[in-house]
């Protein structure tokens, strides 16, 4: 069983953003809210003991639609990758619409909204819902917010899917934001 898997299979885990300067980090924690992994800033998927689960690294992009992560296993075999059909970023809702692709680009599977807001995601694979994201807005600091993701995983995902649902969801927040840069450009 690959090292990612144990965080997969926990079937519910929460990633917090940890914002530093301008990169991009997160923890991951299971359901009773211990922690399991990190996501750091350049997108190293890894255990607490530092050992390395995934890669999925941003691409620079220059147009909101360019935005994509690719997906690579511990010691760099490609995976696929994941990146963005749709987005929505407005002074109320804020939301992406992710394509799972496997290295010949095939699509296995979407990450998408299910509300106007952006606040309640679903990954459906082969057209049936496999998980659900919920998002919330919590305090960060003084007028500060950050976004909190919780994944359930409730139904079977082929083991292809697996890592790259694992990584879209982790990244989720890195990639809207990079959305949002883009958009500003």
């Keep these: 069983m690959e090292a990612w898997a144990e965080l997969w299979n926990a079937g519910t885990f929460v990633v917090e953003p940890i914002e530093k300067g301008r990169g991009h ?3 991951v924690k299971d359901g009773a809210g211990a922690e399991r992994a990190a996501s750091t800033a350049d997108g190293t998927i890894q255990d607490l003991a530092g050992s390395v689960l995934l890669g999925a690294p941003m691409r620079r992009a220059r147009k909101p639609s360019d ?3 690719d997906v690579a296993t511990a010691d760099g075999q490609a995976l696929g990758e994941v990146h963005v059909t749709k987005y929505r970023l ?3 809702a804020r939301s ?5 692709l496997d290295p010949s680009r095939t699509e296995l599977a979407r990450l998408e909204p ?16 496999a998980a659900t994201v919920r998002v919330e807005q919590v305090k960060a600091g003084f007028l500060r917010k950050t976004r909190v993701y919780t994944a359930e995983v409730f139904a079977a995902v082929p083991e292809p899917m697996r890592p790259l649902a694992l990584a879209a969801i982790i990244r989720y927040d890195a990639m809207l934001k990079a959305v949002t840069a883009a958009s500003m450009d």
């Design 96 to 100: 992406l619409s992710l394509a799972l």
């Design 67 to 69: 935005v994509a992560i």
């Design 114 to 129: 299910r509300d106007d807001r952006g606040e309640a995601l679903g990954l459906s694979v082969g057209g049936a819902d």
């Design 25 to 27: 980090a997160a923890v």
């Design 90 to 92: 407005g002074p109320r």
